[in-house]
């Protein structure tokens, strides 16, 4: 319930460590507390995760308040648990800047009661092995959500990866270069609102229980849902959904990579144009296959 540093930028009351100043830090231990980033704005802060359990009462585990851009560097294994009730900061790791996670090590997130993982910015996950089992959403970043490596595994009770800014036409999109991403989620698999774009990686998606659960008439189930592109041109997708597997409210381009998808509705789904150049495309299962 207390921690020790010989650090200048960490101030330590009681089970609260927070980092105040921009640097590199590693965190090893058990914590029952918070570990908090309260730094200047342009600060750029690393925290190095070397075989550190953070358990929080009263919120989230990691909660970064202020910085420019924080990475979590994962060494070895590493687990993240938050209260079970509503709390201002609303995630297992809740951070109002752009969010870093790489590493060779391991991430385990339990988030209880909200989200696994949020930024109020941008969200990138370029390499580790990341669990996240999460009451509502799994990975968020408001402004983006970018994949380019790594191991995740995800179970989420509202949407597995989302993107959710609209304020922005520039920003709310998740894109997925590489990395080998399973997901299973009450809601929508991946859901940006403007655009979702994978250009590599292996993705695994089942939504709302798969083709065989059915449509769910009170929520979006959709394997993969975007507000206005949906492109795909590299790497494998496949889905199993009760809603639509690909969904655009825009278009739908499909230039390469492999997709096959079962559904209990349609199979791709574009309100605007859906464009399938070079993709190797297969419905398995669905309504409406295009």
């Not at 969904?247 to 492999?258: C, N």
Request: without cysteine; negative net charge; hydrophobic residues 35%.
């Amino acid at each position: 319930s207390s921690a020790s540093t010989s650090a200048s930028g960490v101030k330590v009351d009681g089970s609260t460590v927070t980092i105040t100043q921009a640097g590199v830090y590693k965190l090893s231990g058990t914590l029952n507390g918070q570990v908090k980033v309260e730094a200047g704005t342009d600060a750029q802060v690393v925290l190095i995760l070397d075989g550190a359990t953070i358990t929080n009462s009263s919120g989230s585990a990691i909660n970064v308040v202020s910085a420019d851009d924080v990475v979590l560097s994962l060494n070895g294994s590493n687990t993240v648990t938050p209260s079970d009730t509503n709390a201002e900061d609303n995630a297992a790791i809740y951070s109002d800047a752009d969010l870093t996670i790489t590493g060779s090590g391991s991430l385990t997130v339990n988030a209880n009661y909200n989200d696994g993982i949020t930024s109020k910015d941008d969200l990138y996950i370029l390499s580790g092995n990341i669990t996240v089992t999460s009451k509502d959403d799994a990975l968020r970043g408001k402004d983006s959500l970018t994949v380019a490596g790594g191991t995740i595994k995800v179970t989420s009770g509202g949407d597995g990866l989302k993107s959710d800014q609209d304020s922005d036409t520039t920003k709310g999109y998740v894109n997925i270069t590489g990395g080998t991403i399973e997901i299973t989620s009450t809601g929508d698999g991946i859901q940006g609102e403007t655009d979702v774009i994978i250009t590599g990686g292996d993705t695994t998606i089942i939504a709302g229980g798969g083709a065989s659960a059915g449509k769910d008439s009170n929520n979006s189930t959709k394997g993969i849902k975007a507000g206005v592109f949906l492109i795909e041109d590299g790497g494998e997708v496949t889905i199993d959904s009760g809603d639509d597997g690909l969904h655009s409210d825009g278009a739908i381009r499909l230039t390469s990579g492999t997709i096959v998808a079962s559904t209990a509705d349609d199979g791709i789904h574009a309100e605007g144009a859906a464009v399938l150049d070079g993709a190797k495309v297969t419905v398995e299962q669905s309504s409406e296959a295009l």
